[in-house]
């Protein structure tokens, strides 16, 4: 499966839209840690590879996940195999052994909701950046990506984002910090 | 905590002597994959990357471990990170799209015994290498570790014991298929 991701900008309003409109699933606190290769530079090949914790209801859950180059010009998406991790400390450590720097962690707030069968929303408010909005569906192969961006697109635009983005919240925080106004 | 094992070159004779003397844990069946680094030279650095997948008594378990380099001349013992892994293939995965590389699986049967409190002895059939046994335990902090292996061995010499190998399995495997005796 291929996860097809869009991603634009937000504020108060279109987060609003979302509320009233689709049927809340969780609101969850992410902290998101993201490993620089040792000796393949990832802001080159697009690739990622971050370990996630999650919190929600009083749940703790935590992920690694990979992250491929994106497969499209338009959208988001990308190959990622994600696992469950037991002891999340503990994988940061073999992974720092192994040679994985730790680059940053960026911590964010996210409200889910349902839109209609396999397809979600993600209210992001990500610290130091700002709103955002993600929508989210699988296919199951290369061929049927375009149609489903296509789909997604107008289910934004019709809560009226007008501002797309395709770099990560990693590449948005690693250009601010390059560029000196963080 | 730092494990401290010793591992030495046994028979069937040493084998029966340790099935008569100690009280069996349990009989496991390994199989070990052993992955190269994408940029560092594990043979050199002495480390390893390992997954194992233990079967034993119906259940099945996996492992991801991170071995450091030797911490003393005489032993194994080593730093060791051990997480456990709830899909294995899929860790496997991420380690390949990392650049990781599988050198080689290692299968084999491990009979596990009880010696006396924190000290356990495994009676591994390597496939093929052969028969060994290993004995361990664990020690708080380095200056105990000298002590602890000589404890170990008087327990293996008293069991006939008389040739002891520092090198894993995964070594000895690697020198025998580079001098074309695989």
Redo the contacts between chains.
Sequence with gaps: MIEVELKGYADEKIFERVREKYKLLRREYHEDTYFQ????DFSKTD?A?RIRVKRFNGHFEAF?T?K?PKLDRESKTRKE???????PD??A??LE???FVEVLTITKVREKYYVEKGVVIALDEVENIGKFIEIETLVEDQEKIEEAVEHLRAILEELGVKHFERRSYLELLMERSKNGDS
Tied chains: 1, 2.
Excluded: Q, S
């Design positions: 290769h040792p000796c393949r690739e590879l690694m990979y491929g195999i994600e696992v469950e991790l037991t002891d503990k994988y450590e073999i052994r192994l040679g």
